[in-house]
């Protein structure tokens, strides 16, 4: 599961990345993600945490750990987890690399979550490189006062993404329920078919 996000996250961000991730591992999920700063590194050190197994997709070369301030992470992952990159060793991390890195990101798992993103974040390009090749895509929703969440919101809004609130959510986009259990709520809150009134619309 490629959970992603805001570099610049906010403490809400990282707190539900932190859930999702802690959740996920604890049922053997992989937790994939590009190990920036942020969402990314909140996804991966909860995930390790958990004891679970977590995958970084690089954007230059294996040797080549970017950035520094995440390198003592990124070796714990390579050495509990696992390191991926299309780059020859030593090459090093550039603007149309990580453009390249979002399309593995979005076709590595069955599923991608982006929790925190403004509104041009490279994150989304990750979401619209996993929704090109069919696979699901969910958004975490935020204050609509923050322009960190701006970007999710636009995903919702386009029906890019579904919403997530937590790893149950998650795990719905890779196993989606039967179309009859989609009118669980109408039942419960009872406004099924049998409750409405023939003729009348609003």
Same mark, same amino acid.
């Given at each position: =599961?490629?959970?992603?996000?805001?570099?610049?996250? #906010? $403490? @809400?961000?990282? !707190?539900?990345? *932190?859930?999702?991730?802690?959740?996920?591992?604890? #049922?053997?999920?992989?937790?994939?993600? %590009?190990?920036? @700063? %942020?969402?990314?590194?909140?996804?991966?050190?909860?995930?390790?945490?958990? $004891?679970?197994? #977590?995958?970084?997709?690089?954007?230059? $070369?294996?040797?080549?750990?970017?950035?520094?301030? /995440? !390198?003592?992470?990124?070796?714990?992952? %390579?050495?509990?987890?696992?390191?991926?990159?299309? =780059?020859?060793?030593?090459?090093?991390?550039?603007?149309?690399?990580?453009?390249?890195?979002?399309?593995?990101?979005?076709?590595?798992?069955?599923?991608?979550?982006?929790?925190?993103?403004? @509104?041009?974040?490279?994150?989304?390009? *990750?979401?619209?490189?996993?929704?090109?090749?069919?696979?699901? *895509?969910?958004?975490?929703?935020?204050?609509? #006062?923050?322009?960190?969440?701006? $970007?999710?919101?636009?995903?919702?809004?386009?029906?890019?993404?579904?919403?997530?609130?937590?790893?149950?959510?998650?795990?719905?986009?890779?196993?989606?329920?039967?179309?009859? /259990? %989609?009118?669980?709520?109408? !039942?419960?809150?009872?406004?099924?078919?049998?409750?409405?009134?023939?003729?009348?619309?609003?």
């Amino acid at each position: =599961m490629t959970i992603t996000g805001a570099r610049a996250a #906010t $403490g @809400y961000g990282e !707190h539900v990345a *932190v859930e999702l991730a802690s959740d996920l591992a604890s #049922t053997e999920r992989i937790v994939v993600a %590009g190990r920036a @700063y %942020g969402i990314d590194r909140a996804a991966h050190s909860a995930a390790l945490a958990a $004891g679970g197994q #977590t995958i970084a997709v690089l954007t230059g $070369g294996l040797d080549r750990l970017y950035p520094a301030g /995440n !390198h003592e992470l990124l070796e714990r992952i %390579g050495d509990v987890g696992l390191l991926v990159s299309e =780059m020859a060793p030593g090459a090093a991390p550039t603007k149309w690399r990580f453009l390249a890195r979002n399309r593995i990101l979005g076709a590595i798992s069955g599923a991608t979550v982006i929790v925190e993103a403004g @509104y041009r974040s490279g994150s989304l390009n *990750v979401a619209a490189r996993a929704a090109q090749i069919g696979r699901p *895509v969910g958004a975490v929703p935020g204050p609509v #006062t923050s322009a960190a969440s701006s $970007g999710t919101h636009r995903l919702l809004r386009e029906g890019i993404a579904s919403i997530i609130t937590d790893a149950g959510d998650v795990n719905t986009l890779t196993r989606p329920p039967a179309a009859a /259990n %989609g009118r669980a709520v109408e !039942h419960e809150a009872g406004v099924g078919r049998s409750a409405r009134r023939p003729g009348r619309s609003l």
